[in-house]
């Protein structure tokens, strides 16, 4: 029984020995190590520019700002329906960093508030712009040479034809002024952007090896777009939404700013400029600081996408 017993533990350890040097494990380990080695690159590639790294800082503190504002803006109440004439327009002082506005509200904590209503704005005007313009690009440029590819590229190029400001401020001025409908305008006229970035190249993809291949091989068309030809596409898409987001923030604002945008009470950066703008030049903070926080943020998601860019693209490195 004791010998059988020790030729099992030998058997066990050969077994166990042999699972060890087995080719799939060797390779789940070189994959983590792949993958560790790719984000290494991507890092680096992100961070060869300073100023992508300072974009990111200001990104993050921007989100965790807008996350967080009921607890670290000093008076969150003031971000609603609140006024305070004993305290209206003060200058900036220790009780009020950055002064007040018109109604004694604190001016540094309603920009921390409009944070929340800028991101929201950028986040779903990209979330539905970006998938309706990747689509009809990716199908533009698939079914190129035929009326399918006429008919989407010539309405997007209607639509590019107009100056962006113009063709949102016009869909604005029908609808009701609200966050809703401003976000509604914008992404009539940012999806044909998209459209047109796809739409390049897919039809360079079009005539490729692989695609070529794939239709031989009896692959669907839907294989063909979403499986070999999206992928190219992703580094451009991921690219020009990173320096999109400020962008779509200014444009926001500028709704903002004409009384397009969200109303009041709740707090917006447009608005606030435009409320300040009257008091000018004695009352300067009420306009100049909600104008450093636009310029702030649209700073921050250009360097960070000029840094999304360099790392999504196949640059030299010492890594390589």
Known sequence: MAVSARKRKKELKRALAYEAKRPENRTVSSLGEMRKENIKKAWYRFSRNKMSVVGLCIVILVILAAIL?????????????????????????AQFLLGTDNMGRDILSRIVFSFRGALKMAILVLAISVPVGTCLGLLAGFMNGTWVDMLIMRISDIFLSVPALLLALAVASILKPNL????????????????????GVATSCKNEYYVVSAQLTGASKSHIIFKEILP??????????????????????????????????????????????????????????????????????????D?????????????E
């Open 307 to 319: 840094g999304i860019g360099d790392m999504l693209s196949k640059g030299d490195s010492k890594y």
């Open 180 to 199: 809703t409908n401003s976000m509604l305008a914008i992404t009539i006229m940012w999806w044909p952007w998209y459209t047109r970035l796809v739409y």
């Open 69 to 93: 504002a009921p607890y670290i803006t000093p008076y969150p109440e003031h971000a609603g329906a609140y006024t305070d004439f004993a305290n209206s327009t003060k200058a900036p002082c």
């Open 232 to 305: 190219n596409c992703l580094s451009p898409i991921l690219t020009k939404m990173s320096l999109d987001v400020g962008w779509v923030i200014l444009m926001g604002a500028t709704l903002s700013y004409v009384g397009m945008g969200e109303q009041p009470p709740i707090p917006s950066l447009g608005q606030m400029v435009s409320d300040g703008a009257r008091y000018m030049p004695d009352k300067w903070w009420m306009t100049i600081f909600p104008c450093l926080a636009i310029i702030i943020i649209i700073m921050g998601f250009n360097f960070m996408g």
